[in-house]
């Protein structure tokens, strides 16, 4: 049931019953052994009911003494409810529109900006925060020290954390990352997965996404592929179940396999390689990190995918054929040489494009 925006206070049941019975406020104060003044404070709501008095209300009125004390708890608890409201209303313009678009989509909550206190409340339940300074904190955390997030976004954007913790916490309520609490990670066992993870990814079909998923699962990481918020400008990001298993996060933005594998490779390189201790998560408007997670993660994808010889034999390429067969004679997708072709401006954007294959769709819990 949908609470309503307002308090009632008992003593209006009170009222009710005085107006039925034709009796003044003075002949129930008579009756009860109090003064007129104290019946008057209780009808009107200056007052609140005892279990004194609802002991004595009873045997005049003959409504239980506990259905009296309930109606005062109601009350009370309608009135803090109401405060709450306004003074978390406050904090509704911090709410990026696109993340509240996003909780209405997943049926996190029904409020929109015309309710703001109900908005911010639902906000915060759904991030399983009392406060919002206490989900100030719980980002500042996941932000910062060992285990902080890893994120691959697109170059020049800022990522709202309303947005941003909101597709994290869909994440935290989906299946996969339910069963990976208990999965145990081995880094060993990653680094000897790497050569089948990326033989799998050479071959991107329907069922390349759910392949790669289960065999990270089988090392103990967790692979998710999260519909994010509209225009989220994030690919992937990493971070840690109780500070034990690695969560690759991806958006599956842009859709394509080339974005979805390097990004896949990117992550796996900050799992293994990430320098702890710093911010890895850049969304403010000023630097608060230092480049160096992100560089060392695209060396270890580009390593991994490549080789030592990198891009060389892409160089001077511009037809579909022959870029899919250099890609081929190195064991990648010819999508993930088309990626990153375009990424270091050695491939205009109107070619490759027929090469990349379609992943949107491919990967359910």
């Not at 209303?89 to 709410?95: D, N, T």
């Not at 990653?190 to 998923?213: E, H, Y």
């Not at 995918?305 to 022959?322: E, K, Q, V, Y």
Request: proline share 4%; aromatic share 8%; with cysteine.
């Amino acid at each position: 049931m949908t609470a309503v925006n307002y308090a009632v206070a008992p003593g209006e049941y009170l009222e009710e019953w005085l107006d039925d019975q034709g009796m003044s406020q003075q002949r129930l104060a008579e009756r009860l052994g109090s003064s007129r003044k104290q019946v008057n404070e209780i009808v009107n709501g200056h007052a609140p009911i005892t279990p004194d008095t609802a002991m004595r209300l009873e045997r005049v009125v003959g409504i239980p003494a506990k259905t009296w004390l309930k109606y005062e708890a109601l009350y009370q608890a309608d009135l803090k409810r109401i405060a709450d409201e306004e003074d978390l209303s406050a904090h509704a313009g911090e709410i990026e529109p696109n993340a509240v678009s996003y909780l209405r989509s997943i049926g996190a909550t029904k409020a929109t900006i015309r309710t703001p206190g109900k908005l911010v409340q639902d906000f915060l339940t759904f991030h399983r925060c009392g406060t919002w300074e206490a989900y100030e904190h719980l980002y500042e955390t996941a932000s910062t020290g060992d285990y902080a997030l890893a994120a691959l976004k697109e170059s020049g954007a800022t990522i709202d954390r309303t947005a941003l913790t909101t597709w994290l916490r869909a994440a935290e309520l989906a299946e996969a990352f339910e069963r990976g609490r208990e999965f145990e990670y081995s880094p060993d066992g990653l680094r000897a997965a790497l050569g089948a993870l990326r033989a799998r990814a050479a071959a991107p079909d329907s069922t390349m996404l759910r392949d790669l998923a289960n065999m990270l699962a089988d090392v103990g990481v967790v692979f998710m592929v999260v519909d994010p918020p509209k225009k989220f400008p994030l690919l992937g990001m990493t971070r840690w179940i109780d500070k034990r298993v690695p969560v690759i996060q991806q958006t599956g933005r842009w859709g394509k396999d080339g974005f979805v594998i390097w990004t896949l490779f990117h992550e796996i390189g900050h799992v293994l390689n990430d320098p702890r201790g710093e911010m890895h998560l850049e969304y403010k408007t000023e630097k608060t990190r230092t480049s160096a997670a992100e560089k060392a993660a695209n060396k270890f994808a580009l390593d991994t995918l490549f080789g030592d010889a990198g891009l060389a034999p892409f160089s001077g390429l511009t037809r579909d054929r022959d870029i899919a067969n250099a890609a081929r004679k190195l064991g990648i997708a010819p999508g993930v040489a088309v990626h990153q072709m375009h990424r270091r401006r050695l491939l205009h954007y109107s070619y490759g494009n027929s090469l990349c294959v379609d992943l949107a769709g491919t990967f359910t819990e």
